[in-house]
């Protein structure tokens, strides 16, 4: 099954984000992104980082580029 994994990391000032409902939150500036990484509240205006993932037997491989 594919599906996709993503940089928790703000677009904005490069924060780590924390888990929130249904969304992440950075605690620097306020930026918020929802589960599949699009912005939902700025600063930030760049959707976070994702890279192609699978997903086989439970085990999760995720591609990062070199």
Known sequence: MSCAAYLLKCTHADAQLIPSGDSYHCSLH????????KVRKGPASKDL???PAVESDGVVIVTVPS
């Open 30 to 37: 306020g930026s918020r992104f929802d589960l599949d990484g």
């Open 49 to 51: 980082q994702r890279y």
